[in-house]
C-alpha cells in the first residue's frame, strides 16, 4: 500500500486525479486480476472439499469482513466474550497476531486485552494450533478474530461485518480496491453485521442491505445493524476519564487505523470537531521521527489534548506530548436491529 492509507483510498475511489493517479490505476488493475484469480481459485479449492478444513475442539465463532481496513471487529469480539462469560462460558480469542512480533501483542490483541482483561488471547498464523492451546487451558468457546478469509479451520457460527461508510472497499479486489474477495464470498456468513450506521441515513442503510441480499441470493439471512458507541477516555496509565472532559477543549486526532475518516467522524458526531488530523497507515509502529511530528504539529495548533484509538494508544510510547494529555476513545457496541436474532444463533451453539 501507499505509505498513507487516506492517499491510497483517494486513489482507488477515484478522488485522486491527474495522470499519475490515472496510470496508478491501470498498473493496480494489471496486478487485480492474478490476485482475483488466486482468490476464486483458493474459495473453490474449500467449497469442493478440494482443501482441507479442521474442526477445533470447541465451538468456534467467526468474526471477520470482506474488505481491508476496520469495520468494527473488535467492539463486536469483545461483545460477544462479555456475552458468553454472562451464560457461563470460558471464552477465548484466536488470531494470527497480524504484524506482530516476537513475544509480543498484535495491535488488536493487545486492545482486546484491556477491553477483556481475563479472556485469554492465543495468536497463531495456524490458527488450529490456537484453538487447540485454548482449549487444553479450559476454554469452551472460541471466537475466531479476523476469521471470514481462514477458512483452514471450521467454524459453528459465521459473522460478517460491514462498515456502513465504506461498505464494499469501491467494488474492487485489492489492490485496485480494498476487497479481499469478491462480493460473492457473502453467501458464507450466517449473519451479516452492519456497523457504523450512526454515521449513515436510513436510505444509505437500506440501499447497503438490499446490495448484500443481492450477492448473498435471498433476504433469508439475519441482517443486523449496530452502532460504534464512544463510552469514556482512557489514559495510558489504565484510568478512565468521561467524554464530558473534551468539551471545549482544541483537539488533535491522531490514528493508524484502517479507516481514520470513521474515527474522524465519531469525534465530529460527539461534538468535538478536531483543529487537526494526523493519520498514519494501518498497524503503523510509532517511531521517534513520528513522535517529533506529532509534537510539532501539536504546537502549531494549539492543541490541548490529543485524542487516538485504543488501538494507537498501546503503542503510543508517552503519556503526554509538550504536556497534552494523550488518550483514546474506548469504544462499545449498541444493536440498533437484529440482537434477537443473534442472540437466538449464539444459543445454539453447543
Known amino acids: 500500500m501507499l505509505p498513507d492509507a487516506e492517499s491510497f483510498r483517494r486513489l482507488v475511489d477515484g478522488r ?23 482468490v476464486r481459485l483458493r474459495n473453490y479449492g474449500y467449497d469442493h472439499s478440494i482443501l482441507t478444513v479442521k474442526k477445533a475442539s470447541a ?39 497480524y504484524k506482530a512480533k516476537t513475544g509480543q501483542l498484535s495491535d488488536e490483541a493487545a486492545e482486546l486485552k484491556i477491553l477483556l482483561p481475563t479472556v485469554p488471547h492465543y495468536a497463531n498464523k495456524q490458527r488450529i494450533i490456537a484453538a487447540g492451546e485454548a482449549v487444553t487451558k479450559g476454554s469452551d468457546v472460541l471466537l475466531l478474530d479476523d476469521g471470514f478469509q481462514h477458512r483452514q479451520i471450521s467454524r459453528d457460527l459465521n459473522l460478517i461485518t460491514i462498515d456502513a461508510t465504506d461498505p464494499f472497499g469501491c467494488n474492487r479486489i485489492f489492490p485496485r480496491g480494498l476487497l479481499r474477495e469478491p462480493l460473492w464470498g457473502l453467501k458464507r456468513a450466517d449473519a451479516l453485521v452492519l456497523t457504523r450506521t450512526d454515521q449513515v441515513s436510513i436510505k444509505t442503510r437500506n440501499e447497503i442491505q438490499e446490495q448484500c441480499f443481492q450477492f448473498v441470493g435471498s433476504h433469508d439471512k439475519p441482517w443486523i445493524e449496530t452502532e460504534h458507541r464512544p463510552s469514556n477516555l482512557r489514559l495510558v496509565d489504565g484510568t478512565t476519564q468521561p467524554l464530558k472532559t473534551l468539551q471545549d477543549k482544541r483537539i488533535l486526532s491522531l490514528s493508524a487505523i484502517g479507516n481514520p475518516a470513521a474515527f474522524h467522524r465519531t469525534l465530529t ?82
Do not use: M
Not at 485522486?16 to 488466486?38: D, H, K
Not at 481496513?69 to 494470527?96: C, D, E, M, Y
Not at 513522535?291 to 508517552?318: N, Q, W, Y
Open 59 to 97: 465451538p468456534v465463532i467467526s468474526v471477520g469482513n470482506l474488505t481491508l481496513g476496520g469495520t468494527g471487529k473488535t467492539p463486536l469480539v469483545a461483545w460477544l466474550a462479555h456475552w458468553f462469560a454472562q451464560h457461563n462460558k470460558k471464552p477465548a480469542i484466536i488470531s494470527r497476531g
Open 16 to 38: 485522486a486525479t491527474g495522470l499519475v493517479a490515472t496510470l496508478g490505476r491501470t498498473g493496480l488493475s494489471a496486478i487485480e486480476i492474478p490476485y482475483e484469480a488466486l
Open 269 to 350: 458526531t460527539l461534538g468535538h470537531e478536531p483543529v487537526a488530523t494526523l493519520t498514519f497507515p494501518d498497524h503503523h509502529t510509532y517511531t521517534t521521527d513520528d513522535i517529533h511530528r506529532i509534537s510539532e504539529e501539536t504546537e502549531s495548533v494549539g492543541a490541548e489534548i490529543i485524542v487516538t484509538t485504543l488501538k494507537d494508544l498501546v503503542k503510543l510510547p508517552l503519556a503526554s506530548v509538550r504536556n497534552r494529555p494523550l488518550c483514546a476513545l474506548e469504544i462499545g457496541i449498541q444493536f440498533q436491529t437484529g440482537l434477537q436474532d443473534l442472540e437466538y444463533l449464539l444459543n445454539k451453539i453447543p
